[in-house]
């Protein structure tokens, strides 16, 4: 027994040698809920994330209320001020084995107790400690207090205690249990906190028991009246943890950013003035949209220069929301119209096209492995021969699908890869609908592509939580982004489409471009001043179709009310043209509707002074193609859906039956096999074609 005693005070002298010192163990501690702050310090989101144990911050000894401290050692330890660590009156007042059963009464003191919490080795097992551990433990307790100040001791405890449940220290138990902190607990509080102390998890009955009689020792009587005690005792263990405190404005980011190793405290680059104000416009946008069928959205501010993330909503907010958790910044969705700026920038940098050239804005039929592509506008409508400037500024899909085809998918999905939009699959599977935005991406990684856009065409990824600074490469080139930026800035441009009045106007110069994803699930509006980049989506986290709502409806005021602010202090300057780039004067245009003689920029040695559309005539059948296919869309009206046949002038026949005469009939499509022929004034068959129109609801053939 001598020998086995002298081995245990060898080992804990040795334990003692390794004693962490009290600004360690301080340091050491793990709060479960970290903090996130924005770029000034200002506390943005706080976000649990040890699910086991729930522990607030470290609380200094001089923040909790007397009544606590007078409750804490009058339950635990009485002596405590006057022991060096282990109660040897306690230990000479009862029998070995009595004294050492127990964590929290006789012997066992706060300094002992601190011990089994700081030191692993020594912690409480469930079938208790042995006496070899608990002689340790008082070794080790008496090491603390030859080290460590009594008010050292006092806090540590405080703030490491396992207490009910999941809690640990007081700090956790008080916010939790009765929504206060540690210095606002009344002398009740105080004793129903004390008495957990013995057994943590005992029933209501007896914790509130134990909470009296201590109540009645501060008052220095036998017993005490204790009216409604077990009620708080039993409400304030059946609570609901309450909010956690403080404004959450971004609980997305926060689950990106904050490390569970670091620090309590964790700064971003995030604005908290930028990030409530772009939450609140979200929320505030889709409150002014319910009826629609919308409840969800996002957006993202990055800074041009630096590329930091100034502010991320990945949602509008479970209040709103049935998908809340989903962070619309980093789901993947189909863009629409927002890529088209990318398809003429590519080709502007190939010189395919000018800003001033002519593109055809009339019905096109482009051949695809699953049969013919048919892009339609959005209105529906055709206006002709329309110049670049006014295709990319009004939003027309079919001049930007002839554009996509002279760039091929393969060549356009490579530029869109260099930007960081990282498609999912290879440009021949999107084929021509690639120009029109029918590959997912993420906002965070469209907003970033804007930015490139912004920095005349030098890409660098996005600053995210984490991520090394990554040297910018050129993706683009400076001039044509140049022209597609002053495109994208020129509210004459769009006017068109959407008035001289539009709100995507911003007072200082901004560059925007909205897109509506097919049958309206997603809604976009992406920009950029000289100093910011701005992406809004709005839609639904689950795909279903909004109810009319477009780029300008959805997404666009809250991309306004944004930028507006960010030029609140400094109106936006456009910038200034690279080398390379010519201004010059259009004499005119000709077979180009409604838009009058202009200045234009243009690469040199591409400038014009005169445009005009470069028609053919027609000859036969130009559509139909022969061996056309065409799909009805049962989510689009029959009205919507018919087949325009045009060729020279003539007679029209389908299936034998004369149509019509003309260069142009429009025809409600039939599910089946057709075939249309063209004959010229003699009655001559000039062209045969034949074609299949497939619908859902096409009858079985009869037996």
Known sequence: MRDALLTLALAAGQASAALPSFEQVRGAHRVSDLQLLDRHGQPLQTL??????????????????????????????????????????????????????????????????????????????RQGRSAMQKLGQAVIAQQLERSWSKAQILE?????????????????????????????????????????????????????????????????KKTSDCPGLELQAAAAFARRPPPLPGEQ???????????PDGPNEQRSTLDAGLQRLALQTLR????????????????????????????????????????????????????????????????????????????????????????????QNYDRGYRG???????????????AVRVGAMLGADPLAARLNALGLDLPQGGSYYGAS??????????????????????????????????????????????????????????????????????????GWAAVKTGTSKDMRDNWCLGFSD?????????????????????????????????????RERVSRAPQPPAGLLSQQLVRFEGAQAEPARQEWFVRGTE????????????????????AIYALDPDIPPAAQRIVFEGEAGQWKLDGKLLGRGTKMRWAPMPGRHQLALLDTRGQVLQTVAFEVRGASLAPPRR
């Open 48 to 125: 649990r994330l040890d699910k086991q144990h729930r522990t607030l911050a470290w609380v200094p000894l001089q923040h909790y209320s007397p009544a606590l401290l007078h409750a804490l050692l009058l339950s635990e330890d009485k002596h405590f001020y006057e022991h060096s660590g282990v109660d040897w009156g306690a230990v000479a007042a009862s029998a070995w084995g009595n004294l050492w059963n127990e964590r929290t009464r006789g012997a066992s003191t706060l300094t002992m107790q601190l011990a089994g919490l700081i030191d692993q080795g020594l912690a409480r097992p």
């Open 156 to 220: 540590a405890y405080l703030n490491r205690v396992p207490l009910r449940g999941e809690l640990v220290g007081v700090p956790a138990a008080a916010r939790l249990l009765f929504d206060k902190s540690p210095a606002a607990l009344d002398a009740r509080e105080s004793a129903l906190l004390a008495s957990l102390l013995r057994a943590p998890n005992a029933k209501v009955a007896a914790v509130s028991q134990r909470a009296c009689a201590l109540l009645a020792q501060q008052q220095a």
């Open 249 to 259: 404005l971004a609980p997305h980011y926060a689950r990106l950013a904050l490390k």
């Open 284 to 375: 505030q946008q889709l409150l002014e949209l319910q009826g629609r069928n919308v409840e969800d959205g996002a957006v993202v501010v990055l800074d041009n220069a630096s590329g930091e993330i100034l502010a991320w909503v990945g949602s509008s907010g479970a209040e709103l929301s049935n998908a809340a958790e989903v962070d619309g910044v980093l789901a993947r969705r189909q863009p629409g119209s927002t890529l088209k700026p990318f398809v003429y920038q590519l080709a502007l940098e190939k010189k395919l096209i000018t800003a001033a050239s002519l593109l055809d804005d009339s019905p096109a039929q482009i051949s695809t492995a699953a049969g013919l592509y048919l892009p």
């Open 385 to 399: 021969w329309v110049s670049t400037r006014a295709a990319l500024g009004n939003s027309l899909n079919i001049p």
């Open 434 to 507: 690639l120009a029109l935005g029918s590959a997912e991406v993420s906002l965070i990684r469209l907003a970033n592509a804007y930015r490139a856009l912004a920095n005349g065409g030098l890409y660098r990824p996005v600053r995210l939580p984490g991520s090394a600074v990554m040297p910018a490469r050129r993706v683009a080139d400076a001039a044509s982004s140049f022209v597609v930026s002053d495109i994208l800035a020129d509210n004459n441009a769009r006017a068109l489409t959407f008035g001289l009045d539009s709100l995507l106007a911003t007072g």
């Open 531 to 567: 100093r910011y980049t701005v992406g809004v989506w709005v839609g639904n986290a689950g795909g279903e179709a909004m109810h009319q709502v477009s780029g300008v409806s959805g997404a666009a005021p809250v991309w306004a009310r944004l930028m507006r602010e960010l030029q």
């Open 608 to 627: 014009l002074a005169r445009v005009a559309p470069a028609e053919q005539p027609l000859r036969g059948i130009a559509n139909p193609r022969d061996g």
